[in-house]
């Protein structure tokens, strides 16, 4: 599990994903309390189909320190044959970066992979949790 301290502050707290592939992707990232069973909350997605987020603000610091931010992407794999698609998705990347009003800065690049049987879609993964 990656994480990130956004301190304890009113800083805002920013979120750009970045994600290379072929095919077409779409990208959600939630805010999600996980000593809570109340569901997750959205705070960004894609408006294309390259699944990229451009850099939004997903909240202050000081509400969303200890929540776990995940970011979700599906991509539909181009290609007419098996081998096309898996080498495809054996090729997608991901950046994700997070600032904080403080200047703060990281990045992550090692999301979880999965496709189905057929490589015809692949998922990316990417939790990290807001400590203080």
Avoid: C, W
């Avoid at 959600?28 to 000593?35: M, N, T």
């Amino acid at each position: 599990m990656e994480q990130y301290n956004v301190g304890t502050g009113n800083e805002a707290i920013s979120l750009a994903v970045d994600i290379s592939t072929l095919g077409l992707a779409a990208s959600r990232a939630i805010l999600v309390d996980v000593a809570s069973s109340a569901p997750g909350t959205s705070v960004a997605s894609s408006h294309d189909a390259s699944g990229d987020i451009p850099s939004v603000l997903i909240g202050k610091a000081a509400d969303i320190r200890n929540r776990r931010l995940t970011i979700v992407t599906k991509v539909d794999l181009i290609g007419k044959d098996y081998e096309t698609r898996k080498k495809e998705f054996e090729q997608m990347t991901a950046k994700y970066d997070l600032k904080s009003g403080l200047g703060a800065e990281a990045r992550f690049t090692n999301p979880e992979k999965k496709s189905d049987a057929e490589f015809q879609t692949g998922y990316l993964y990417m939790h990290i949790d807001l400590i203080a």
